[in-house]
C-alpha cells in the first residue's frame, strides 16, 4: 500500500473515486476525491512541503476568510486532505458572466483589506527590498540570456541598485501579510458565503510579510488574462476607500512592486520552460513585458527605467521563438 493509500484509508477515503485536477506552476498535484455526494481535494507535494501550506490555511480560516479547511494531514509524506471550495474559478466566470466581473474583483479586494488589519502570521519571511531587488536576477540570467542578450554584469548591477532605491522609497518596510500568487486563477467564487468569505483562496504557501499593494498589483496585472481597465481602476478605487491608503503614495508603491513583479516573471516563466519543460509560459510573457513597461512609464521610476529598458530584449515573435526551442519536449 502506498503512503496516499495509507493517508486517504485513516482519513475514511479509501474508496473514494479519484480525478486528477489541473496543477498549478509548482510540482505539486492535486486530486479531486469523491464519494457517494462528499468530495475534498487531495494535495500531494513531492518535496513534502505541506506545513506552510496547513498553518497558513488555518490561520486564514480562523479570520473568516475562505481558504480550504485542512480535514487530514500527513506532513511527512506531502499528503493534505482538503475541503472541496468547488471550480467557479473568477477567470472562468469573468468570462462566462461579464456583469459578474467587477463584482468578483471588488470581493478580491475586500479580501486583502480584510487581510492588512489582520496581525500576520509569525515567522513569515520578510519581503525586504533587498531580497526584492535580488530576486529580479532572474530576468536577467534567465529571460535576457536565454534571449541571445547577455547583460554585463556592471549594467545589471546599476538597474539592480536603481529597483533597491525605489523600493526602499516607496515599498519600505514590510508589514501585511502577502499572499504572492493572488490572481484570478487562484480564486473561487463561493455566493452562498457573505462579503469577502465568497473569495475561496487556493495558492498562498509561498505568503510573506510584504507589502499592502503587493497582491493587488498581482491581481490586478494578471500574467493569464486581460483586466478591462475600468475594473482595474474601479477595484483600485474600492481598495483605497476600505484602507484609506494615500493614492498618491499607493501608486507609487504599486508601480515599484509591479516593475518588480514583472521582472522577477519574465525570468521564471523562462525557466518554466527551459528547466521543466513548459513551453506555455512563453506565451504569456508579451502581457508580463506590457505591465512592466506600464509600470515603468510611473514618474517614480524614471531612473530605474532609463537603466533597465536597454538591457531586455521586448518579446518579439523572434525571441519568442528562441525562449521556445530551448524547451525541452515535455507535456506543459
Known amino acids: 500500500m502506498t503512503a496516499q493509500d495509507t493517508f486517504l484509508a485513516r482519513a475514511g477515503w479509501a474508496d473514494a473515486e479519484r480525478t486528477a485536477l489541473a496543477g498549478d506552476a509548482s510540482a ?58 468547488g471550480d467557479a474559478l473568477f477567470a472562468r466566470l469573468a468570462i462566462e458572466q461579464p456583469s459578474l466581473e467587477p463584482v468578483l474583483y471588488r470581493t478580491a479586494a475586500e479580501v486583502l483589506a480584510r487581510l492588512h488589519r489582520l496581525p500576520p502570521p509569525a515567522d513569515l519571511p520578510r519581503a525586504t527590498p533587498v531580497m526584492l531587488a535580488q530576486a529580479t536576477d532572474l530576468a536577467f540570467d534567465w529571460y535576457a540570456a536565454r534571449a541571445g542578450h547577455d ?7 546599476e538597474a539592480m541598485d536603481a529597483l533597491l532605491a525605489a523600493l526602499e ?26 462579503g469577502s468569505a465568497r473569495a475561496g483562496l487556493l495558492d498562498f504557501q509561498d505568503a510573506m510579510l510584504g507589502h499592502s499593494p503587493y497582491d493587488l498589483v498581482s491581481l490586478l496585472q494578471d ?12 477595484t483600485t478605487a474600492h481598495f483605497l476607500t476600505l484602507t484609506g491608503h494615500d493614492p498618491d503614495q499607493f501608486s507609487a508603491a504599486a508601480a515599484t512592486l509591479g516593475a518588480q513583479r514583472n521582472l522577477r516573471i519574465l525570468g521564471v516563466f523562462t525557466r518554466l520552460c527551459i528547466s521543466a519543460g513548459k513551453s506555455h509560459y512563453i506565451d504569456l510573457i508579451p502581457r508580463v513585458w506590457t505591465h512592466l513597461q506600464d509600470n515603468l512609464r ?19 515573435i523572434s525571441t519568442l521563438e528562441r525562449l521556445k526551442s530551448q524547451c525541452p519536449t515535455r507535456k506543459p
Do not use: C
Not at 486564514?60 to 476568510?65: K, S
Not at 522609497?169 to 457573505?194: C, I, K, Q, Y
Not at 500574467?223 to 474601479?234: K, L, N
Open 298 to 316: 510611473h514618474p517614480a521610476l524614471a531612473d530605474l527605467a532609463e537603466k533597465l529598458l536597454p538591457l531586455l530584449p521586448s518579446p518579439e
Open 28 to 85: 505539486r498535484a492535486y486530486q479531486r476525491l469523491t464519494k457517494q455526494t462528499a468530495s475534498a481535494i487531495l494535495m500531494i507535494d513531492p518535496t513534502g512541503d505541506t506545513g506552510l501550506f496547513q498553518s497558513l490555511a488555518e490561520y486564514l480560516v480562523a479570520h473568516g476568510l475562505s481558504a480550504p479547511r485542512i480535514l487530514a494531514a500527513d506532513t511527512q509524506n506531502g499528503l493534505l486532505l482538503l475541503e472541496d471550495l
Open 151 to 157: 547583460v554585463p554584469q556592471a549594467a545589471k548591477t
Open 169 to 194: 522609497a516607496h515599498a519600505g518596510a514590510p508589514s501585511v501579510t502577502m499572499l504572492r500568487d493572488f490572481h484570478a486563477e487562484n480564486l473561487l467564487w463561493l455566493p452562498d458565503r457573505e
Open 223 to 234: 500574467a493569464r488574462r486581460d483586466v478591462p481597465q475600468t475594473i482595474a481602476e474601479d
